[in-house]
């Protein structure tokens, strides 16, 4: 009877850690398991160095949500973003590629604008700024290609 008391104390046990477990696995992992409500706008750029799928997409420092896919549309980077619903944006956003910290990871911060219409959901940004690249400025530096 004892063994049978201790065999099921540690068998809850063993159940509430995986749980744990999966829990943080989905936070940390940024995993959305149940489909928020959200929509999808594009924005075309013309570098996309260092940006992945995943990545925070933020206004005032706030996340409305994520990049959803990267892919290249000729000579762009069409980028998909999972915006809150709830976020308006209008036609004269501007999204840009920034890096957190110095070699920090890279995420998309947008200014909603205010004038123009109200972007619909399969809507392109049409402003944009590409990142720093700081490989790219190093380069130029060492090189004297500097102005």
């Given amino acids: 009877m004892e063994k049978a008391k201790l065999e099921l104390t540690v068998g809850v046990f063993v159940l509430v850690g995986l749980a744990c477990l999966g829990y943080l696995a ?3 992992g940024k995993l959305e398991v149940i489909g928020g409500q959200v929509y999808e706008v594009q924005a075309k750029f013309d570098s996309v160095t260092g940006l992945k799928p995943g990545a925070t997409v933020e206004i005032a420092g706030v996340e409305v949500g994520r990049v959803r896919a990267i892919r290249l549309n000729s000579d762009q980077a069409l980028v998909g973003l999972s915006i809150q619903n709830g976020v308006i944006l209008y036609s004269d956003t501007i999204a840009t590629i ?47 290609k500097v102005k």
């Fill in 98 to 144: 920034k890096t957190r910290g110095i070699i920090g990871e890279k995420f998309i911060a947008l200014s909603p604008g205010g004038g123009g219409d109200v972007l619909k959901p399969g809507g392109l940004i049409r402003d944009t700024e590409a990142g720093l690249d700081l490989e790219e400025l190093v380069s130029q530096y060492i090189h004297g």
């Fill in 26 to 28: 989905i936070k940390l």
